[in-house]
């Protein structure tokens, strides 16, 4: 199968920046989304790459690395309300295009 | 409300009883997904359906079963759960299955199920 993997928790101040980091197994690889979900709420579509590099939209911006398996998912001006977590998620053309997630990194944001 | 609306937003049932969770969306997509999220392990996809083609993933038990009568709703029965089947059960939509550009997933809340 393919592995998606983040890390599982991260801590954060708020006004600070914080990257949140995503890598892959390369073989199939068809685009990248990231995802945020607040605790009890739907996921929310953040982002979307499929060619390197970055990709800005507000506060949020997005990496990527095909060759090296990697994305990072950059926040801002980090406000309380960002404490959620990012899911990472790949579209595999090897698997029928679904979506494969990571296990989703949860971000708590401190005063 | 993201579009997709997911009932009941909680269960709770015996090993023996059978539920259905139910889940619509007036969004015009033509793909319904049935995903599960339990704590500390990765959204896990159990079954997609598109233009009323069913797509499922192998390792889903039999006492799931979906179904799909229209392109607005979705629906996923269950039978004779196992307690370890207690977790988030998430439906998404989206436009058809693309091969290309960014097909977005709308989720629905979730429908939290605990089974005893």
């Known amino acids: 199968g393919q592995n998606i993997d983040q890390p599982t928790e991260m801590t954060a101040t708020e006004g600070a920046i914080v990257q949140i980091n995503c890598t892959y197994q390369?073989?199939?690889?068809?685009?990248l989304f990231w995802y945020q979900q607040h605790a009890g709420e739907a996921p929310t579509f953040l982002s979307y790459?499929?060619?390197?590099g970055l990709e800005e939209k507000g506060r949020f911006s997005s990496f990527l690395s095909r060759s090296k398996g990697y994305s990072y998912l950059l926040l801002k001006e980090l406000q309380m309300k960002d404490s959620a977590s990012y899911l990472c998620a790949v579209r595999f053309n090897n698997a029928g295009n679904m979506l494969t997630f990571g296990g989703g990194t949860r971000l708590m944001v401190k005063p | 409300e993201t579009g997709v609306t997911q009932t009941p937003r909680h269960l709770v049932m015996g090993m023996t009883n059978k539920k259905s969770l139910k889940c619509e969306q007036h969004?015009?997509?033509?793909?319904m997904y049935w995903y599960k999220q339990s704590a500390k392990k990765p959204l896990e996809l159990m079954f997609v359906?598109?233009?009323?083609?069913?797509?499922e993933n192998n390792s889903v038990p039999s006492r799931f079963s979906p179904e799909c009568p229209n392109s607005s709703h979705l629906f996923l029965h269950l039978h004779t759960l196992q307690p370890e089947d207690s977790a988030l059960y998430l439906c998404?939509?989206?436009?058809?299955?693309?091969?290309?550009?960014?097909?977005?997933?709308?989720f629905g809340a979730g429908s939290r199920l605990t089974v005893l």
């Open positions: 998404a939509s989206s436009f058809r299955l693309a091969a290309s550009g960014a097909n977005v997933l709308t």
């Open positions: 969004l015009g997509h033509n793909a």
């Open positions: 790459n499929v060619l390197d």
């Open positions: 359906y598109s233009l009323e083609e069913r797509v």
């Open positions: 390369t073989s199939g690889f068809n685009g």
